[in-house]
DNA sequence: GTTTTTAGTTATAGATCATAACAGTTATTC
DNA sequence: GAATAACTGTTATGATCTATAACTAAAAAC
């Protein structure tokens, strides 16, 4: 069982470590983008008081008022017991409201307010901001092409 | 102060809900790509008894044999302390040693056994089935585009 | 030789996520 | 229409992940 000498690379400090074989993987190339990503958009919502599922879930009520936690949920991918304290957090702040359906008493359709409508615009604005910056000078080309990779990539669990 | 009368969509289960205001950002694909990506990684690593993590982990340390831990949680990104319990996992399944660095007692020096190498042939060879299911049929170019953005990402963060 | 820094470790708390169980309500089925 | 099944939101709980502080032993700096 030979055992290859722990030769500690020489000088203490240098000799980068390579990542060689994993940098063949796209997934590997996804996740690093993605933790800067999701740490700069963090750090950017944070001053309007968001996460970015918070962010999300607002955009989503604002687009598509009256909808349900149940509809929500599965439009955020997020399980409906984890979605509450979510929309607890949003209601808490008055940016939306859950409002009793007439015909269907389980269910709350979730509404903005005005202050929520007004966080999603500056969300949006901020949001904005985060993307250039994070695409870094990208053109337009780029970028879509990146969109509709991401795009057959997602197709693919979706689907089938 | 008008609120829309809090319309439960017509038709119940009907009426998608509507992502088009996050879909204009590349930061909302990425992540729904990704979360399928993760998945299916995590599944396709389960039967080697592997995670992400622990995958990634002894990749380096094949590629790289001798690195300190504390260059490891530096490449994977992820903290020295929690790097430990990660090291411990791959350590207690005989996959890599710690060995004692003679030039710097308090160091330790990662290296495969050979059922760490062998374990790393398996791996590499499932992840590369993973990957071609994952691209769904991408041709390499695109692949390529989207590994070139995905590094200029990176390099916004990185290189400040 | 004293102080400062570093490597690995432990402990701990926060955030995230999946799961099961429950009450109230609606839908189904005989 | 009574019994059964399914669905909505909720609570509780445990697993996992992550960040932080504090500690020991050792090396480096001064």
């Known amino acids: 069982m030979s055992r290859p000498a722990a030769t500690p690379r020489g000088e203490a400090g240098g000799a980068r470590v390579s990542d060689a074989t994993l940098r063949e993987f796209i997934g590997y190339h996804m996740k690093r983008a993605f933790n800067g990503v999701q ?8 001053p309007l008081g968001l996460r970015m599922v918070t962010y999300s879930a607002l955009v989503l009520i604002v687009d598509n ?6 509809q929500l949920a599965e439009a955020l991918d997020v399980e409906r017991a984890n979605l509450v304290v979510i929309i607890d957090e949003l209601e808490g702040r008055e940016l939306i409201t859950r409002d009793r359906v007439p015909t269907d008493r389980r269910a709350y359709a979730l509404n903005p307010t005005l202050a929520g409508r007004r966080l999603y615009d500056r969300a949006l604005e901020a949001v904005r901001g985060h993307e250039a910056r994070i695409l870094n000078g990208m053109d337009e ?18 689907g089938g």
């Open 141 to 158: 080309e780029a970028k879509q092409a990146v969109i509709a990779a991401m795009s057959v990539i997602r197709r693919g669990f979706e």
């Open 39 to 46: 740490a700069d958009l963090n750090q950017t919502l944070k």
């Open 65 to 70: 008022p009256g909808l349900r936690q149940s």
